[in-house]
């Protein structure tokens, strides 16, 4: 199981930190990544990091604002996210995925049920 928290509402130019634990299995061996939707838009990626912790992974559009880390003892993936805009605006998903390389929704198995981020002006 897969529980993100720390969605809000904050203004632009703000930085916000989200996390992920998950429970039921060590996420030692997975990709972890995140994804995020709005209503207008399917599910999108945003950042990935390998099993092992030295490979990232960032979409072009939070690349150099947004950090993903994980802590494989306490089972948490974060993402950390610098100068927030109102584009970031999106419900904000966790997901686990047994391979590396690919960047797309349906590589990955498990998903949380999302934690809402707002970013106003």
């Known amino acids: 199981q897969l529980v993100e928290s720390g969605g809000r509402w904050v203004q632009a130019g703000a930085y916000l930190t989200l996390s992920c634990a998950a429970s039921?299995?060590?996420?030692?061996?997975?990709?972890m990544g995140w994804f995020r939707q709005t209503p207008a838009e399917e599910r999108s990626f945003v950042a990935a990091i390998k099993g092992s912790g030295l490979s990232t992974q960032y979409s072009d559009s939070v690349k150099g604002r947004f950090t993903i880390s994980r802590d494989d003892v306490r089972n948490v993936v974060t993402l950390q996210m610098t100068s927030l805009k109102v584009e970031d605006t999106a419900v904000y998903y966790c997901?686990?995925?047994?391979?590396?390389?690919?960047?797309?929704?349906?590589?990955?198995?498990?998903w949380g049920k999302g934690t809402r981020l707002t970013v106003s002006s």
């Open positions: 997901a686990a995925s047994g391979t590396w390389g690919e960047w797309t929704p349906r590589q990955y198995a498990y």
């Open positions: 039921g299995r060590n996420i030692s061996n997975y990709t």
